[in-house]
Protein backbone atom coordinates (compact mmCIF):
# COMPACT_ATOMS: atom_id res chain seq x y z
CA UNK A 1 0.00 0.00 0.00
CA UNK A 2 1.60 3.22 -0.95
CA UNK A 3 1.22 6.24 1.11
CA UNK A 4 1.83 9.76 1.50
CA UNK A 5 4.13 11.77 3.85
CA UNK A 6 3.80 15.17 4.64
CA UNK A 7 6.60 17.06 6.47
CA UNK A 8 5.31 20.20 7.95
CA UNK A 9 8.18 22.47 9.59
CA UNK A 10 8.69 26.55 9.98
CA UNK A 11 11.43 26.85 7.71
CA UNK A 12 12.48 24.73 4.63
CA UNK A 13 15.48 23.14 5.60
CA UNK A 14 13.93 21.67 8.58
CA UNK A 15 11.46 19.68 7.07
CA UNK A 16 14.34 18.26 4.88
CA UNK A 17 16.52 17.50 7.87
CA UNK A 18 14.15 15.98 10.29
CA UNK A 19 11.94 14.07 7.88
CA UNK A 20 13.86 13.40 4.17
CA UNK A 21 14.40 10.22 4.74
CA UNK A 22 10.81 9.04 5.70
CA UNK A 23 9.59 11.10 2.67
CA UNK A 24 12.43 9.51 0.47
CA UNK A 25 11.21 6.25 1.82
CA UNK A 26 7.33 6.97 0.55
CA UNK A 27 8.58 7.74 -2.32
CA UNK A 28 10.77 5.09 -3.00
CA UNK A 29 8.24 3.12 -1.88
CA UNK A 30 5.38 3.98 -4.96
CA UNK A 31 4.07 6.43 -2.65
CA UNK A 32 4.42 10.21 -2.20
CA UNK A 33 5.74 13.06 -0.23
CA UNK A 34 5.23 16.48 0.44
CA UNK A 35 7.41 19.25 2.44
CA UNK A 36 5.19 21.84 4.22
CA UNK A 37 7.37 25.25 5.15
CA UNK A 38 5.32 27.87 7.36
CA UNK A 39 8.03 30.73 6.12
CA UNK A 40 10.84 30.57 3.30
CA UNK A 41 12.79 31.28 6.29
CA UNK A 42 14.03 34.74 5.34
CA UNK A 43 14.69 36.03 8.72
CA UNK A 44 17.41 33.98 9.50
CA UNK A 45 19.79 35.32 7.47
CA UNK A 46 22.64 36.47 7.69
CA UNK A 47 23.63 39.92 7.94
CA UNK A 48 25.63 40.25 4.39
CA UNK A 49 22.27 38.40 2.46
CA UNK A 50 19.16 40.95 2.19
CA UNK A 51 16.21 39.18 3.58
CA UNK A 52 14.93 38.75 0.00
CA UNK A 53 17.61 37.44 -1.62
CA UNK A 54 17.94 34.69 1.31
CA UNK A 55 14.34 33.72 1.09
CA UNK A 56 14.61 32.94 -2.46
CA UNK A 57 18.29 31.06 -1.97
CA UNK A 58 16.20 28.80 1.25
CA UNK A 59 13.18 28.59 -1.52
CA UNK A 60 15.01 27.64 -4.47
CA UNK A 61 17.56 25.10 -1.95
CA UNK A 62 14.61 23.45 -0.88
CA UNK A 63 12.51 23.26 -3.88
CA UNK A 64 15.89 21.36 -5.73
CA UNK A 65 16.41 18.83 -3.14
CA UNK A 66 12.47 18.23 -3.07
CA UNK A 67 12.97 17.57 -6.49
CA UNK A 68 15.99 15.11 -6.35
CA UNK A 69 14.06 12.64 -3.58
CA UNK A 70 10.62 12.81 -6.20
CA UNK A 71 8.46 14.95 -3.91
CA UNK A 72 6.38 18.12 -3.68
CA UNK A 73 6.83 20.91 -2.04
CA UNK A 74 4.55 24.07 -0.73
CA UNK A 75 5.58 27.29 1.01
CA UNK A 76 2.00 28.63 3.38
CA UNK A 77 3.85 32.25 3.30
CA UNK A 78 5.97 34.00 0.59
CA UNK A 79 6.90 37.38 1.27
CA UNK A 80 5.44 40.09 -1.29
CA UNK A 81 8.24 41.64 -2.79
Do not use: C
Amino acid sequence: MSSKVMAIAAHPGDALFTMGAPVAKSVHDGGAGVFVSLTVGEKGNPESIPSDKYGDMQRDATEKAAKVLGAEVEFAWVPRR
